[in-house]
Antibody, heavy 112, light 112 residues
Framework: EVQLVESGGGLVQPGRSLKLSCLAS????????MNWIRQAPGKGLEWVAS????????YYADTVKGRFTISRDNAKNTLYLQMTSLRSEDTALYYC?????WGQGTLVTVSS | DVVMTQTPVSLSLAIGQPASISCKSS???????????LSWILQRPGQSPKRLIY???KLDSGVPDRFSGSGSETEFTLKISRVEAEDLGVYYC?????????FGSGTKLEIK
């Protein structure tokens, strides 16, 4: 069974950093591109970043480019999202997703 | 960026009635590889999104065949032949042909 389990969310002050993790299981992680997608409270879905299976290709939404870094460790079956210079508008539930499969999300709240 | 225009914003239907949701993209979603990366996602209340349909019309495993997807180029439709209670939630179309990946704004399906 495919499982994606996000962690690392929490309350953080504006301007600070946070690193999210997504532990994958139930499939060969190194074979798949992965995505981070977020959902602000009461809002729709917003794509954040994508990374190819071997990390050769990485893409970011303009809203996070230069502040967020997506990465992966195929040996650990883990996807990461390093977030810096956080803003209030980054407050959202962050999902890790692989095509048909989504995690349960980890909540990031940026507030002083 | 590809803008995904989804209509209607909401639907209120009785069980057994058909449903139809439209999604129009601001540019063709045909990838250079010939495939059209248009998916439909359902987010039930309090749950993570779940993909229902990919590549315009392919049903994900376990998705009832009362769901169907159609369309091409820039116009796409999700249909539910007979709405059931478990179908309530917000439906999103999602294109993965062009970066940045983009979502429709969602259609909320309520059961009368």
């Amino acid at each position: 069974e495919v499982q994606l389990v996000e962690s690392g969310g929490g309350l953080v002050q504006p301007g600070r950093s946070l690193k999210l993790s997504c532990l994958a299981s139930g499939f060969t992680f190194s074979n798949y591109g992965m995505n981070w997608i977020r959902q602000a409270p009461g809002k729709g879905l917003e794509w954040v970043a994508s990374i190819s299976s071997s990390s050769s290709y990485i893409y970011y939404a303009d809203t996070v480019k230069g502040r967020f870094t997506i990465s992966r460790d195929n040996a650990k079956n883990t996807l990461y999202l390093q977030m810096t210079s956080l803003r209030s508008e980054d407050t959202a539930l962050y999902y890790c997703a692989r095509s048909a499969y989504w995690g349960q999300g980890t909540l990031v709240t940026v507030s002083s | 960026d590809v803008v995904m225009t989804q209509t209607p914003v909401s639907l209120s239907l009785a069980i057994g009635q058909p449903a139809s949701i439209s999604c129009k993209s601001s540019q063709s979603l045909v990838h250079s590889d010939g495939k059209t990366y248009l998916s439909w996602i359902l987010q039930r209340p309090g749950q993570s999104p779940k993909r229902l349909i990919y590549l315009v019309s392919k049903l994900d495993s376990g998705v009832p065949d009362r769901f169907s997807g159609s369309g091409s180029e820039t116009e796409f439709t999700l249909k539910i032949s007979r709405v059931e209670a478990e179908d309530l939630g917000v439906y999103y179309c999602w294109q993965a042909t062009h970066f940045p990946l983009t979502f429709g704004s969602g259609t909320k399906l309520e059961i009368k």
